[in-house]
């Protein structure tokens, strides 16, 4: 068991590597890895997350 953290600026990569890096990310996620995604983007997130809950100022879940 172990964690890598890693800091990715998808604004500094082509669309098509950042395709591939959600693939990886959903793949990890199928694998019941637990991932943590940090950006401010909101539409990457939703690409990444099934389902999402948001309140403003509160806490953010999402389930899988």
Do not use: N
Request: proline letters at 2%; a positive charge.
């Amino acid at each position: 068991r172990y964690a890598r953290v890693t800091g990715v600026q998808t604004c500094a990569l082509p669309i098509c590597e950042v395709e591939k890096l959600f693939e990886i990310i959903h793949r990890l996620i199928s694998d019941g890895k637990s991932v943590i995604y940090i950006t401010h983007k909101m539409d990457e997130i939703f690409k990444i997350c099934r389902s999402e809950e948001r309140r403003v100022g509160k806490e953010c879940r999402s389930r899988w």
